[in-house]
Structure formats: structure tokens, C-alpha cells
């Protein structure tokens, strides 16, 4: 599972890098969480889920997931058009 999503993650940072130059920051952000995020996965599988390093773990995850989710309303905003995205 983690090496589809960070597959997925380093191919968005790479072409945003490349192609779309607005979504660079939260892309390239998140592809440096998914590499925090796959380290303490590591620390919490070889410490026996250490309750610190699972809520961290956890903390990391949720941190990626609103990466993600900027980046991918930035570039819907794009494809669309809009100047604004009103999300509420």
C-alpha cells in the first residue's frame, strides 16, 4: 500500500515540477511527508507500535492527506478556470 501511494505522490511532485508550476509547493510538500510518513512506519513496525510513535504515525498521515487534498483542489481550480474556489 505504501509504495502504490508513494509511487503516486513522487509521480504528482515530478510532473508538477515540470508541468504545473502553481500545485508545486503542496505536491513537493507532500512527497517529503510520504518519506517521513514511510520512515516512522518503519520505527512503529520494529517497535512494536510504541504509542508515541503510532500517534505520530498517525499525525503524519493526516498532515499527507490534507497535502494531497490542497493540491488537488489547486489544480481542479485550474483546470477550471476559476479564480476562486469555494470549497464552503
Known sequence: MAVITAGVIFTTAFYSVKKAKSVRKTAVAASII????ILLGIFVI???LEALLVATHLSTGVLLFAMTLITFLSSYRIAKGNSRLNIL
Open 46 to 48: 520494529n517497535t512494536k
Open 34 to 37: 510520504i518519506s517521513v510518513q
